[in-house]
């Protein structure tokens, strides 16, 4: 696939699509909330985001301001922020006088759940009536919608708006695969030995990060490949114990300790951001790269001098992934109500359509509008995924810091602080310590 | 030059009781000094003091945060502390910590700031030795973030890091050395000798400032009397600036104590939680931990430990000055 400037875009609304192509509000006209009067002239709606203002997700924000303003005759203060920084401050800041009115925040257990149960953002169940959004919304896509009262998604009230979807694969450069004579894996025999042919050649075939995520998610796909929706549902909704020595994690951790022993993957990833490993495979030094869908925009443009292919991984059914970012209005918004037409204008056909002609992966898009090859194949990869009901949410979303603690594991799995017994038997420690709390 | 002094000493004492007379006479109440005392008190108990303890109170609770309840704990948290094996590990660290910012830079700020001083500013020039001085320094103006993301490429760990280059050209092997993610002892060298470069340039501007006071006549004269440079340094730098040595270990020792930026930065803690630091402990468990009231315990006991250490500090000074006195 070489580089097409315009075509990541497209993609994933397609997906989408897919997604809601069982429900019933997909195709209908947008927000029904627009009245069109003007009542609110005067009003001012503060909206906070973190996206770039290039971004699908950037682009698609700014339509859905510019229509509110047209619509309701308010005014939209646009404060924008980084992600890390809204995740570090949001506790305190949705619970001040300085509240933005709705902004889009991180979904999961320990960051929307964690806000959901603690009070410190309101409660959405009467809008998703007023205006349908959950008809809108296929399964696994409004599982981080909603939250109970220990702020566990998938069960419980309307917490927050997912407006779009993102999933996890392999990134692989064809260049190098059609070097060594190797076909794309499509078992872990064949991808296995597609490695051991790299490492054979002085190559190290899997680029990954393990001080940031890629590789816990990784390390999640290995053992969501032996895993049902059962163990995803104990692991992430706590319906029953995790065996932390059970043949998921199992598998998971020794298949990567074995990957390092063979050179597989350099233990030099242990020093490494996802950023560090993103360009090792963009510079074309790595033909291997396991990462999210937010990445492939940023490849179809950056990859230059090499043809790159993506699929998924090999015999599994469950994926890593989930519907996006979410929207949700703080618990001291002083208009609660504006907001929510705000975030219906968000899930319109004309925005929504914009994030998919822009790049993103909408979850309320009219499919025949996308037609670029790139976005198609990102969403033919992506309905793969969703025809098996396969997406799995992410492995640091149990607890709110399962993320450091995954990291941390990572980076002793790769420096041999730990084997796959007792790297296991930590991460067991880590998630066990918060989970009895909340049961 | 010197002769003029004694003149400016006779004029200074001649002016003194007019500008005396120019001073009214105390009303008789102290209301007015309170009243320029009040607004910093104010300031100071809303900055400082309720915070603190706030805080303090906190690390007796157990609280998940925003509008959730607080359950009192008793002493689980303070109990929780003393048995955490990554509490543990943080302050450990402290140690390094202390040895890359107040020891080796106070060690090197002395006999660097006295070789410029002696050396480089009387045999070639006071320009140079200034300049030499700036330079030490400018790591200090340095936004820590910005020097921690240029570690970080300097540091990379395989051969595209700056060093690893450096290392495989003076070797003529290839050297990839996994700096900040390869074990706990590269991971908290480095951390340690980024302290010491942003930290170096400290001491020496301060002990240079005070080596200001030295009259230079006075190493002139040991000079003529045969001591060498170590003598030199013995006799004269280190009683002469020994107060500013005080107050360059005390803040740097509370800073080391409170270190967070350079471990945020540089490896966020790894490999393996390994470089965790108090600071960054209790960070990460106010932002990501689901008990703000263990986050509050570390931040009290950090707290506590920098007092401590602050009066301790004080006395021992003071107990000097007294001593020369």
Redesign the interface.
Known sequence: MKRRTAAAAGILAVGALALTACSSGGDEPAASGSSGSGDYAGQTLTVMHYEGEDSAMGIAWNKAIDIFEQETGATVNLQTTAFEDL??SA?QLF?SSDAPDVSEYNKGN?TAG??A????IQNLDKYYDEYGWGDKLASGIDTIAKYDENGVMGSGDWYGVPNYGEFVFLYYNKDMFDQYGLTVPTTMDELESDMQTFVDNGITPLTTS??EYPMGQLWYQLALSQADRQWVNDYQLYQNPVDWTGKEVTYASSTLQDWISKGYI???????TAE?AGLQFINGESPMFYSGSWWYGRMLSDITDFNFGITNWPETTLTPGSGGNIWVIP?QSKNPDLAAKFIDITMSPEVQNLLGDSGGLPVAADASQITDPDAQTLISLFNEVNDKDGLSFYPDWP???F??DL???M??L??G??DATSANAQLGTYYED?VS?VQ | MSSSLPLVREQRRKRRPAEAARIPERSGSKLGYWLYFIPGAIAVGIVIFYPLVRNLRLSFFHWKGGRAEEHFAGLDNWIALFSDHEFLQSFRNIFLVVIAMVIIPTLLGLIISALLFDVVGRRFSGKLSSFLRATYYLPQILPIAVAGVMFSWILKPNSDGVLNQFLSAITGSTVEINWLGGSYGTAMGSVMVLMIWIQIGYPIVIFMAALGRVEPQLYEAAELDGANWFQRFRAITLPMIRPEVFVVALTTTIAALKVFAPVFILTGGGPTKSTYVPSFYAYNEFIKGPDKGYAATIASAITIVVFVVAVIFIQVQTRAERKDA
Do not use: F, H, R
């Open positions: 995740n570090s506790e619970d320990g964690q806000l149960s603690i009070g410190v393990a001080q350099s233990k030099d990833v242990s020093g490494m560090d618990a607890t709110p810091d993320y450091g990291n941390s594991v980076q002793g790769v420096n602080t730990y918060y709390t």
